[in-house]
């Protein structure tokens, strides 16, 4: 095949392992087409039964945050621990919690 | 009877058996990693299934026999696939083509024999089945692809078409020991399948606008055991191990 990249463009691959699970990325294949993509993930990575369900999307559709911007997107949150429940003490006259 | 549900199951057998080492041979050799694994998995496919028939052919064996001894040790006339999966991997699309015009017979064939009085014959199509429905479902969509692709992939899948297509009679034959079958309701009657798998073709040629060949096709002598010129090679390759040493463990 030489030194050029034909293998089609890349698609990420998620899998449910049972019904009402999260879907899981699982990896990425090559493909040209949607059914090329969804075969291809199935024969990369269903074939000892780890799912009953999957997806697949074009890498390029997936709006990722870059590293470097990471700081600005995450960082903030560092000293904001009010935002987890456990930061609340709980009033003992509450039940149920 | 027996004798002919053993010739059918080694029909059945050998033809997976034969096309699983064509599409094995490609491991490593796919047009890429994917396409590779594929192809390969199919091939997979392909053994179990025909370890499945040739299990039970040697069951119904008066001899003292076993499968590998079915796939390993017999002689070029008493192999009974059909001729078109012997067909070299010429190119992709002969791969494509052989696979494609095989899985539409396949998908009839065991749809059919689901049915079978034979609760065997019945249990290993309804197990097959699921595995073939994705392997026409893979071959159609290539067929598609490369026909409806650039025009050297056109003219490449038509090529193949053109080749392939005189080994697609075979497919329909009914010899006595069929016929029989056939008519306890054990398997179905082979050439009533032709005018579906006809359909089915079709369908898929229209849409990769492949031309259907104007020649007669072959009827050829599978069913006794006439093979091509390229059956010797293949079992010279995997025969050549098990009567070297014939006590080989894997």
């Keep these: 095949m030489g030194n050029t990249d034909n293998q089609g463009p890349l698609w990420e691959v998620f899998i449910q392992t049972k019904p009402g699970a999260p879907y899981k990325h699982a990896g990425a294949v090559h493909a040209y087409d949607k059914e090329m993509a969804i075969e291809n993930a199935r024969d990369t990575y269903t074939r000892r039964h780890e799912g009953t369900a999957m997806w697949v999307v074009k890498s390029e559709d997936i709006v990722a945050v870059q590293p470097e911007d990471a700081d600005a997107f995450f960082d903030p949150s560092d000293d904001k621990i009010y935002r987890h429940p456990t930061f609340y003490e709980i009033p003992d006259g509450v039940k149920h919690i | ?250």
């Design chain 2, 1 to 250: 009877m027996k004798k002919d549900l053993y010739n059918f199951a080694i029909r059945m057998g050998d033809t997976s058996w034969i096309l699983s080492h064509r599409l094995c041979e490609l491991c490593s050799y796919g047009p890429f990693l994917e396409e590779d694994l594929a192809m390969t998995n199919i091939g997979l496919d392909h053994i179990g299934q025909s370890e499945e028939w040739l299990k039970y052919a040697a069951e119904l064996s008066d001899e003292n026999i076993d499968a590998d001894f079915l796939a390993y040790r017999r002689k070029e006339k008493e192999y009974r696939n059909v001729q078109l999966v012997e067909f070299p991997n010429e190119d992709f699309a002969y791969v494509v083509v052989r696979q494609f015009f095989m899985d539409v017979y396949n998908y009839l064939l065991y749809s059919k024999l689901t049915n079978s009085k034979d609760t065997t014959f019945a249990a290993i199509a309804q197990k097959s089945l699921k595995e073939v429905r994705y392997h026409l479902r893979h071959s159609s969509n290539w067929m598609v692809r490369l026909g409806d692709g650039t025009s050297e992939s056109h003219e490449r899948l038509q090529n193949a078409v053109n080749d392939l297509w005189f080994y697609t009679g075979d497919l329909f034959v009914m010899p006595e020991s069929e016929q029989n079958l056939a008519k306890d309701g054990i398997i179905p009657d082979l050439a009533g399948l032709e005018s579906d798998w006809n359909k089915m073709v079709m369908e898929v040629f229209n849409e990769a606008g492949m031309q259907k060949p104007e020649y007669e096709v072959l009827a050829s002598g599978s069913f006794d055991g006439q093979h091509t010129e390229y059956m010797g090679f293949m079992l010279c390759e995997f025969q050549y191990l098990p009567n070297m040493l014939q006590d080989a463990k894997w």
